[in-house]
């Protein structure tokens, strides 16, 4: 085989081979408190179905609660800590009160060598206090972000998850979504084809996923950002804004449900 037509196979590998999806998670150590107490989340940036590469996480530019309407920074309560290798994140919140918070997060850009674009994900997840199924569909009002159709808690594995893709507060027509399950080690996936779960929003910015397992499932919708920006070379490079939402599935069988 001549360079030429090895480089030009190596070349072909490299665009042809999908790209990981990245996933800002922002997960909690439940989906329900149905007594109140104290909730701990987990902020991390990594490729949840493939359990790594985990990415450094510099600080969030903002980290905070939405509850009742009203929304709390609690970017001070972020505590710094290591997940394999990489900085990532922590914070714990008391929940007094019924009704549901929506926690969420605005991180630092992020840039991708391998994809020239810069990446910045607005995550949120929803804790409903004391069982109240109230609030769920609170906004945030992020740049872009997904309105829960379904209350996103107290859901069991099977259960149909649907969504609003939102940008600038308007629905988002036919905008790609990613789907992943953080992968608790219990599945390996048959080929590159299962790792990302792919579906669009219709024609009202509406989408659906039935949930196959329990555990937590993340859904990314992607979008162009408004505004270019200047990579670590000086070139003018596209940003992928992104708009993610966590929700948990519980089995019947692990839930502790009457037989």
Known sequence: MSHRVFFGFALWLATAAPALAHFQEILPDADVLPEGGTVTLDLVFTHPMDRGPTMEMVKPERFGMVRDGIATDLTATLVERDFDG?????????LKAPGAAVFFVVPQPYWEPAESKYIVHYAKVVVDGFASGQGWDTMVGLPVEIQPLTRPTGLWTGNLFRGLVTKDGKPAPFAEIEVEWVNDGSVTPPNEAFITQVIKSDASGVFAYAM????????AALLD??????????????????????????????????P
């Open 86 to 94: 990489k900085t990532a994140w922590r914070a714990a919140t008391a």
């Open 225 to 258: 950002g408004d505004q270019p920006m200047t990579s670590p070379e000086g070139k003018t490079v596209p940003v992928e804004a992104g708009g993610l939402i966590w929700v948990k599935a519980t089995d019947m069988t692990t839930a502790g449900a009457a």
């Open 212 to 219: 196959p397992r329990a555990g937590w499932w993340g859904f």
